[in-house]
């Protein structure tokens, strides 16, 4: 299965630990959920309330269906993976 949408270069990607979503970060300063058993971009946040720069790296916590997210210029985000609002 393949995903496309990021429009730099995918720099960081983690499945859940349910194995339900991958998240993906890119250097384009976003951050992508995809819905592996529908193949299909569920949430992507870029913006304002959201990174300004490259991301570098992501985490999951199933435990609080949390997503922590770091960039080059030292952000970093907590996403709830369900509903993608930044914490």
């Not at 990021?6 to 720099?11: F, G, I, K, N």
């Not at 959201?50 to 949390?66: E, K, P």
Request: net charge positive; aromatic share 6%.
């Amino acid at each position: 299965m393949s995903f496309f949408g990021h429009t730099e270069s995918v720099s960081a990607g983690k499945f859940s630990p349910d194995g339900k979503y991958l998240v993906t970060g890119s250097e384009d300063a976003s951050l992508k959920i995809w819905d592996l058993k529908n193949q299909q971009n569920l949430h992507t946040l870029k913006g304002k309330k959201f990174h300004q720069s490259g991301l570098t790296t992501l985490q999951v916590c199933q435990s609080r269906n949390l997503i922590a997210s770091a960039s080059d210029k030292n952000e970093v985000c907590l996403t709830n993976i369900i509903n993608a609002n930044v914490k």
